[in-house]
């Protein structure tokens, strides 16, 4: 069972960066990948960006393409979302999990953390 915490989220002014991380407590290799959600206030959670653990290949959400870059470290089951230029409609709980060929989440969510961007 992996376990998923979340961490790094905060009150930032737009235009503003964050570096979110996401540590898993058990070995995560056998998944295909690792993606960030977020879910906004009165809003369904929606897919952010995703890694491949192996090949580190990246894909992300229109909404954030640009602006925001996931990353990981095999070695620390960890990983990463910068995001940079950052707009109060970024403003939501952002959650990671394993994902599928279809970017479905895999595992049992973990809190998220709070991200907060002001105009």
């Known amino acids: 069972q992996v376990q998923l915490v979340e961490s790094g989220g905060g009150l930032v002014q737009a235009g503003g960066s964050l570096r979110l991380s996401c540590a898993a407590s058990?070995?995560?290799?056998?998944?295909?990948?690792m993606g960030w959600f977020r879910q906004a206030p009165g809003k369904e959670r929606e897919f952010v960006a995703r890694?491949?653990?192996?090949?580190?290949?990246?894909y992300y959400a229109e909404a954030v393409k640009g602006r925001f870059t996931i990353s990981r470290d095999n070695a620390k089951n960890t990983v990463f979302l910068q995001m940079n230029s950052l707009k109060p409609e970024d403003t939501a709980v952002y959650y990671c999990?394993?994902?599928?060929?279809?970017?479905?989440?895999?595992?049992?969510w973990g809190p998220g953390t709070q991200v907060t961007v002001s105009s």
């Open positions: 890694v491949m653990w192996t090949s580190g290949t990246t």
């Open positions: 058990a070995r995560t290799f056998g998944s295909y990948a």
């Open positions: 999990n394993t994902v599928d060929y279809s970017h479905m989440p895999t595992s049992d």
